[in-house]
């Protein structure tokens, strides 16, 4: 039923193979694992790989123990995580596709926030915005501050998913961003044309103006990607960073 595993990596092996049956529906959701017996035999590992790799796959909630009884599939194990592997990200040309699905996300956001938007949230947006202008004056990369200028927006939607999608996309987006930075401070006119576009979006969103709103974003993301560009060729991304680094730094590249 399984294929035997090679000595190295054997928990991740086991545990890898285990959850590819329950999303395949081989186990399917209630269903009981078979003992730690059937498993170490069909497996070729010892039980206590077994117990490691139960273990990973419990973290995970995919499977659960029930005293006397053994393990089962949870019924939420159908579900799976949305995950981007960091190793897939290291180039220009990915961190672009990110962009380019953020860019969606961003538009509805920048919309929903225009349609809902409060006194109190709008106040938020521009508290955001002021201290990302401050940052930037003083001479920061502004990275933390576009994060939470962005956040505020996304709260002012009330939907906290538009919150959480947008947290998970910018932890893949963030040496991208500090590097198009860094490239945006050295020319006035990158500087001049993100606050431009910036003061837009939220101009839109304390109209109401949603489709105002929907194009400001899209605008800024589509900006914000042709600006990335032009840090170079797709695959120097690791390079380009570290070279800012060592400028911010004094070292010498």
């Excluded at 995919?62 to 939420?76: K, L, P, W």
């Excluded at 109401?208 to 400001?216: E, I, K, S, T, V």
């Excluded at 840090?231 to 070279?243: N, T, Y």
């Amino acid at each position: 039923m399984f294929q035997k595993v090679p000595a190295r990596a054997l928990t991740d092996n086991v545990a890898e193979q285990l959850l590819e049956k329950i999303q395949s529906g081989a186990f399917s959701r209630g269903d009981k694992l078979p003992t730690e017996a059937v498993l170490s035999e069909e497996f070729g590992v010892s039980r206590t790989v077994i117990r490691e790799a139960i273990s990973r796959l419990k973290y995970e909630g995919a499977v659960e123990s029930r005293q006397g009884s053994g393990v089962f599939v949870t019924e939420q194990a159908g579900i799976r995580p949305l995950r981007i592997d960091y190793t897939d990200t290291g180039t220009l040309d990915s961190v672009l596709q990110i962009v380019e699905l953020r860019r969606a996300i961003e538009a509805e956001v920048a919309a929903q926030a225009a349609r809902r938007r409060t006194d109190a949230t709008m106040v938020a947006i521009d508290a955001a915005l002021a201290r990302l202008d401050a940052e930037v004056a003083g001479g920061g990369d502004g990275v933390a501050a576009d994060v939470a200028f962005h956040r505020a927006i996304a709260a002012a939607t009330g939907n906290p998913y538009f919150l959480k999608t947008l947290e998970f996309l910018s932890q893949y987006l963030e040496a991208a961003t500090r590097v198009t930075r860094t490239n945006e401070a050295r020319r006035a006119d990158f500087t001049r044309q993100v606050r431009e576009e910036h003061q837009a979006i939220v101009a839109a969103i304390r109209a109401g103006d949603a489709l105002a709103a929907r194009n400001a974003a899209q605008n800024h993301m589509y900006n914000a990607a042709r600006r990335l560009t032009q840090l170079g060729q797709p695959g120097q991304l690791g390079q380009d960073e570290a070279e800012a680094d060592d400028e911010r730094s004094g070292t010498p590249s």
